[in-house]
């Protein structure tokens, strides 16, 4: 199983991010692996956001639409539970302003046992996982 962060999805979709080669590189070896592909809620809403603040809204619907049409990948939804022990990471890496988003993704790896993800964020690596490259 892969998790797919933000940077990950940001970087395919937005033909000018500077991680975009090197993300549609990635994007094509993961599919051909046939590997199990999980996100959360929160990157999604983090991802659309921001792809609509940088491309444009319509674009930004165009691909949510995809993402949540995709067969390939499963969404996980954090229970109340692992919020409140996403708050406890937030906490514990504060000095590195680790967002709310990522901690709320480093809980919901390590519950469903999850140690790769495909980011450009160097705080899942701090945190433990595997970052693929």
């Known amino acids: 199983m892969i998790y797919i962060d933000t940077g990950a999805f940001f970087a395919r979709f937005a033909k000018k991010d500077q991680h975009h080669i090197q993300a549609m590189r990635i994007w094509k070896k993961i599919y051909k692996q046939n590997v199990k592909l999980v996100s959360s809620n929160f990157v999604i809403d983090e991802t659309l956001t921001l792809l609509a603040r940088k491309t444009s809204y319509e674009y930004s619907v165009e691909q949510a ?69």
Not at 95 to 117: E, G, R, W
């Open 65 to 133: 639409k995809n993402i949540y049409n995709s067969p390939t990948l499963t969404l996980l939804r954090p229970e109340k539970s692992d919020e409140i022990a996403a708050i406890k990471l937030f906490e514990k890496y504060a000095d590195m302003k680790v967002s709310f988003t990522d901690c709320v993704s480093f809980q919901l790896m390590k519950k469903h046992k999850i140690n790769k993800a495909f980011t450009f964020d160097m705080h899942f690596q701090l945190a433990g996982f595997d970052a693929i490259k």
